[in-house]
T-cell receptor, first 114, second 115 residues
Framework: DSGVTQTPKHLITATGQRVTLRCSPR?????VYWYQQSLDQGLQFLIQ???????AKGNILERFSAQQFPDLHSELNLSSLELGDSALYFC?????????????FGPGTRLTVL | AQSVTQLGSHVSVSEGALVLLRCNYS??????LFWYVQYPNQGLQLLLK??????LVKGINGFEAEFKKSETSFHLTKPSAHMSDAAEYFC?????????????FGQGTRLTINP
């Protein structure tokens, strides 16, 4: 158990819908990262927040947005969903903001878009 | 820009045999390099990382990797495979202290251990 929690574990929804994925980092970690893992694209970095501020951005679509709240939990919002958004979404956390700080991954949320 | 190529999407070895998982990177700046392991239905776990100190890096579970700049490689090895090593392994690169603070992952190598 990494100490990172993600809810829900599974999500099934329809095209065009909007969903919110939630992540609680390990106690004491200030950074939260979001990743997408799919058969087509592999594992891709989406976005990083550090202590409430956006720190780094990856291949995140404009239909997707994220935020980190004062209690440090984070939410990833996915809107206007398409079939291709079906994937495993991971959250990771680390104590600092640099890439050399060890990232601890949650178990993921499996999103299925029908 | 950074990229990673993992040679072999599937590798199969016998229990007790040497494990060798290959990773070649491309980076326009001195890289930081990482190996992660993903067990079925779990998130990723860091095995080891190279951050420009010693070129031979030792990680958890008996794994190690050697950074070879001349070969742009960071291959992962373990002298003796155990059944519990069966998992998917990901190599990742970051652009070092000059690069963006994000990881670029390879496509992964699925390791199977034969009894």
């Amino acid at each position: 158990d990494s100490g990172v929690t993600q809810t829900p574990k599974h999500l099934i929804t329809a095209t065009g819908q909007r969903v919110t994925l939630r992540c609680s980092p390990r106690s004491g970690d200030l950074s939260v990262y979001w990743y997408q893992q799919s058969l087509d694209q592999g594992l891709q970095f989406l976005i990083q927040y550090y202590n409430g501020e956006e720190r780094a951005k990856g291949n995140i679509l404009e239909r997707f947005s994220a935020q980190q709240f004062p209690d440090l939990h984070s939410e990833l919002n996915l809107s206007s969903l398409e079939l291709g958004d079906s994937a495993l979404y991971f959250c990771a956390s680390s104590v600092g903001w640099t890439v050399t700080d060890t990232q601890y991954f949650g178990p993921g949320t499996r999103l299925t878009v029908l | 820009a950074q990229s990673v190529t993992q040679l072999g999407s599937h590798v199969s070895v016998s229990e007790g045999a040497l494990v060798l998982l290959r990773c070649n990177y491309s980076s326009s700046v001195p890289p930081y390099l990482f190996w992660y392991v993903q067990y079925p239905n779990q998130g990723l776990q860091l095995l080891l990382k190279y951050t420009s100190a010693a070129t031979l890096v030792k990680g958890i579970n008996g794994f190690e990797a050697e950074f070879k700049k001349s070969e742009t490689s960071f291959h992962l090895t373990k002298p003796s495979a155990h059944m519990s090593d069966a998992a998917e392994y990901f190599c990742a690169v970051s652009g070092g202290y000059q690069g963006a603070q994000k990881l670029v992952f390879g496509q992964g190598t699925r390791l199977t251990i034969n009894p």
